[in-house]
C-alpha cells in the first residue's frame, strides 16, 4: 500500500487512471507435466554405475642393508625385528557410485567421465535389479562425458535425446539418479538459466537448474517435459541451504556419442588462435559499438588461422554462420567443425568489417582451446617499465633476451584490477609497438584523462592477453 501511495503522489490523477485502465500482460500459464506418468516412463532407462580401482599402497621400507657402526649384534637383532614384523599393507578397492542412462536399445550407456575414468571395474545396475558387467567404449575428458556398453540378449528400453538447443528458461525439468546410493530418485524443477561458464573445462556452456542434484547424480539424464533427454548432471554448488546444479547439454553430447561409438575417442576443430572476451573499454578502444564477439590475442605459427591472415586484435563477429555473442561461444563451435571443412570468419579489423576463409584443422592434445635501461613509473597506467636484461630475464623467467617487461603495478590502480602482474611483456599498446621503455612512456603520456589505453602482453607462461582501461 506504502509504494502505491508513493507512486500516485509523482503523478497526476488522469495518468493514474490511465495506468489503471491498462490491460494486465497476458503471461501464458504453463502447467507442470504429469511427472508420475513421466517418472514410470522413464525410470526403467536410468542406470546406477558401480565402480572399483584399485589402489597399491606405499608399502613400509625394509631395513637399509649396511653395517652396525657400533658392532653390536642387540642392535641388528632389535631394528632386524622391527622392520621384518611390520604389517605391509595389502592393495585395497576404492569404490564409488554414479549415474548413467541408456541411449540405445542394445546396451549403449551415456554417463560421465568423472564417474568411470581410471575404473578398473564397471558394473552396471538396471532398474529391475540386474547387475552387470559394463565396458568403457571411449571417453572425453574435455567436456566430462564416457560411453559403456553392456551386454544383453533382450532389447533394453533407452532414453531418447532431445534436442538443447531449443531448450527455455523456465521450462520444467526432471532429473533421475542415485543421489547418496539412493537409486532411482526422481527431482523436479526448471531451468534456471543457459550458458553457465563455471571454470570446469575450455568448452563450458552448462544448463542450470534448481531440480535437486546431489553427489552420485553425475552422468545421470536432465529430462524436459516430453521425456526427451535435454542435459547430463554433471556438477552442483552446494551451500546457501541448497544446491544449483548444471547439466551437459544433449546435444554436445551427440557429436561426443558418435565419434565415441565409432573410434572410442574424439576429434576436434582447430583454428591456433588465444583469444579472448571483449569489455567495453577493449570495444571502444577497437572503434567497436558492441561488446560481442572474440578478440584475438595471439595467433600460433604454421595453423591454419596464421595461413588466413588472421592477426592479434582482430575480432571475430561470426563463425561459419553462427553469430558470436561472448567469446566463450568459439571454442564450442570451432570444437565442433568437422577438420578440413572450409569455413567463412566475419570480422573486424581497424574497425573495417571483412571475411576471412580458412580450412579447420585437428586439435592435438597438447595444444590449447589458442638496451639501454630507461625504466621509470607511468602515473598514466600505474606501471613501472624497463627494458628486459638478463638480470631481469632470470627474474621472471623470461624466455625473452629483449622488450619491455612491467617490473612493478600500482596497488589498487586500474591495470591492477584487470590482471597486470610483474613479468608481462608489453607487446602493443593502442596498436603500436614500443621499441623500448622510454618510448612506451613517451606513448603513453601524451593520453589524455578518460582516454582509453589498450596493451596486449604476453604473460610469463607465454599466453597472450588484451586489457584495456582508462586513463586516470
Same mark, same amino acid.
Given at each position: 500500500?506504502?509504494?502505491?501511495?508513493?507512486?500516485?503522489? @509523482?503523478?497526476?490523477?488522469?495518468?493514474?487512471?490511465?495506468?489503471?485502465?491498462?490491460?494486465?500482460?497476458?503471461?501464458?500459464?504453463?502447467?507442470?507435466?504429469?511427472?508420475?506418468?513421466?517418472?514410470?516412463? !522413464?525410470?526403467?532407462?536410468?542406470?546406477?554405475?558401480?565402480?572399483?580401482?584399485?589402489?597399491?599402497?606405499?608399502?613400509?621400507?625394509?631395513?637399509?642393508?649396511?653395517?652396525?657402526?657400533?658392532?653390536?649384534?642387540?642392535?641388528?637383532?632389535? +631394528?632386524? *625385528?622391527?622392520?621384518?614384523?611390520?604389517?605391509?599393507?595389502?592393495?585395497?578397492?576404492?569404490?564409488?557410485?554414479?549415474?548413467? +542412462?541408456?541411449?540405445?536399445?542394445?546396451?549403449?550407456? !551415456?554417463?560421465?567421465?568423472?564417474?568411470?575414468?581410471?575404473?578398473?571395474?564397471?558394473?552396471?545396475?538396471?532398474?529391475?535389479?540386474?547387475?552387470?558387467?559394463?565396458?568403457?567404449?571411449?571417453?572425453?575428458?574435455?567436456?566430462?562425458?564416457?560411453?559403456?556398453?553392456?551386454?544383453?540378449?533382450?532389447?533394453?528400453? +533407452?532414453?531418447?535425446?532431445?534436442?538443447?538447443?531449443?531448450?527455455?528458461?523456465?521450462?520444467?525439468?526432471?532429473?533421475?539418479?542415485?543421489?547418496?546410493?539412493?537409486? @532411482?530418485?526422481?527431482?523436479?524443477?526448471?531451468?534456471?538459466?543457459?550458458? &553457465?561458464?563455471?571454470?570446469?573445462?575450455?568448452?563450458?556452456?552448462?544448463?542450470?537448474?534448481?531440480?535437486?542434484?546431489?553427489?552420485?547424480?553425475?552422468?545421470?539424464?536432465?529430462?524436459?517435459?516430453?521425456?526427451?533427454?535435454?542435459?547430463?548432471? /554433471?556438477?552442483?554448488?552446494?551451500?546457501?541451504?541448497?544446491?544449483?546444479?548444471?547439466?551437459?547439454? =544433449?546435444?554436445?553430447?551427440?557429436?561426443?556419442?558418435?565419434? !565415441? &561409438?565409432?573410434?572410442?575417442?574424439?576429434? *576436434?576443430?582447430?583454428?591456433?588462435?588465444?583469444?579472448?572476451?571483449?569489455?567495453?573499454?577493449?570495444?571502444?578502444?577497437?572503434?567497436?559499438?558492441?561488446?560481442?564477439?572474440?578478440?584475438? /590475442?595471439?595467433?600460433?605459427?604454421?595453423t591454419p588461422a596464421e595461413k %588466413?591472415?588472421?592477426? /592479434?586484435?582482430?575480432?571475430? =563477429?561470426?563463425?561459419?554462420?553462427?553469430?558470436?555473442?561472448?567469446?566463450?561461444?568459439?571454442?564450442?563451435?570451432?570444437?565442433?567443425?568437422?577438420?578440413?571443412?572450409?569455413? =567463412? !570468419?566475419?570480422? $573486424?579489423?581497424?574497425?573495417?568489417?571483412?571475411?576471412?576463409?580458412?580450412?579447420?584443422? *585437428?586439435?592435438?592434445?597438447?595444444?590449447?582451446?589458442?638496451?639501454?635501461?630507461?625504466?621509470?613509473?607511468?602515473?598514466?597506467?600505474?606501471?613501472?617499465?624497463?627494458?628486459? *636484461?638478463?638480470?631481469?630475464?632470470?627474474?621472471?623467467?623470461?624466455?625473452?633476451?629483449?622488450?619491455?617487461?612491467?617490473?612493478?603495478?600500482?596497488?589498487?590502480?586500474?591495470?591492477?584490477?584487470?590482471?597486470?602482474?610483474?613479468?608481462?611483456?608489453?607487446?602493443?599498446?593502442?596498436? $603500436?609497438?614500443?621499441?623500448?621503455?622510454?618510448?612506451?612512456?613517451?606513448f603513453v603520456n601524451k593520453l589524455?584523462?578518460?582516454?582509453?589505453?589498450?596493451?596486449?602482453?604476453?604473460?610469463?607462461?607465454?599466453?597472450? @592477453?588484451?586489457? %584495456?582501461?582508462?586513463?586516470?
Open positions: 500500500m506504502f509504494f502505491v501511495r508513493f507512486i500516485v503522489l @509523482h503523478m497526476s490523477v488522469a495518468a493514474f487512471v490511465l495506468i489503471l485502465s491498462q490491460p494486465p500482460i497476458a503471461v501464458a500459464k504453463m502447467e507442470p507435466p504429469d511427472f508420475v506418468a513421466l517418472a514410470k516412463k !522413464l525410470n526403467p532407462t536410468v542406470v546406477n554405475i558401480r565402480t572399483a580401482k584399485k589402489i597399491t599402497p606405499k608399502q613400509h621400507p625394509r631395513r637399509p642393508q649396511q653395517q652396525n657402526p657400533f658392532g653390536n649384534n642387540f642392535l641388528d637383532d632389535f +631394528f632386524n *625385528r622391527y622392520f621384518d614384523e611390520m604389517p605391509q599393507q595389502r592393495p585395497r578397492l576404492e569404490q564409488s557410485l554414479g549415474t548413467g +542412462f541408456l541411449i540405445s536399445s542394445d546396451g549403449y550407456i !551415456l554417463t560421465n567421465n568423472h564417474v568411470v575414468n581410471g575404473a578398473d571395474e564397471v558394473m552396471v545396475k538396471l532398474s529391475d535389479g540386474r547387475e552387470v558387467k559394463g565396458e568403457i567404449k571411449g571417453l572425453d575428458e574435455k567436456v566430462d562425458l564416457a560411453l559403456i556398453k553392456i551386454s544383453e540378449k533382450e532389447l533394453l528400453p +533407452f532414453a531418447e535425446l532431445g534436442d538443447s538447443d531449443t531448450l527455455e528458461v523456465g521450462e520444467w525439468v526432471m532429473a533421475i539418479g542415485n543421489p547418496f546410493g539412493l537409486s @532411482h530418485t526422481v527431482t523436479a524443477g526448471i531451468v534456471s538459466a543457459k550458458g &553457465r561458464v563455471i571454470g570446469s573445462g575450455p568448452y563450458d556452456d552448462f544448463i542450470q537448474t534448481d531440480a535437486s542434484i546431489n553427489p552420485g547424480n553425475s552422468g545421470g539424464p536432465l529430462f524436459n517435459a516430453m521425456g526427451k533427454v535435454i542435459g547430463i548432471n /554433471a556438477a552442483i554448488i552446494a551451500g546457501g541451504g541448497g544446491g544449483i546444479g548444471f547439466a551437459i547439454p =544433449v546435444n554436445i553430447a551427440k557429436t561426443t556419442v558418435s565419434q !565415441l &561409438r565409432e573410434s572410442g575417442k574424439v576429434t *576436434r576443430g582447430y583454428l591456433g588462435i588465444r583469444f579472448q572476451p571483449l569489455t567495453a573499454d577493449l570495444a571502444k578502444s577497437f572503434g567497436l559499438a558492441s561488446e560481442k564477439g572474440a578478440l584475438i /590475442a595471439s595467433v600460433e605459427k604454421d %588466413a591472415g588472421l592477426r /592479434a586484435g582482430d575480432v571475430i =563477429v561470426e563463425y561459419d554462420g553462427k553469430q558470436i555473442t561472448e567469446g566463450n561461444e568459439l571454442p564450442r563451435y570451432v570444437a565442433a567443425t568437422p577438420v578440413d571443412k572450409k569455413v =567463412v !570468419l566475419t570480422i $573486424y579489423r581497424d574497425g573495417v568489417k571483412q571475411s576471412i576463409s580458412l580450412v579447420v584443422g *585437428r586439435l592435438k592434445d597438447q595444444e590449447a582451446v589458442a638496451g639501454q635501461d630507461s625504466s621509470g613509473e607511468n602515473n598514466r597506467t600505474g606501471l613501472t617499465v624497463e627494458d628486459v *636484461r638478463k638480470d631481469l630475464a632470470d627474474r621472471f623467467g623470461l624466455k625473452d633476451s629483449k622488450g619491455i617487461v612491467v617490473t612493478e603495478v600500482k596497488p589498487g590502480s586500474p591495470l591492477e584490477e584487470v590482471g597486470v602482474t610483474a613479468g608481462c611483456i608489453i607487446i602493443e599498446v593502442n596498436g $603500436y609497438r614500443p621499441e623500448s621503455a622510454k618510448d612506451y612512456n613517451s589524455k584523462k578518460g582516454d582509453v589505453v589498450r596493451l596486449l602482453l604476453r604473460r610469463p607462461d607465454g599466453s597472450a @592477453h588484451y586489457v %584495456a582501461v582508462k586513463v586516470e
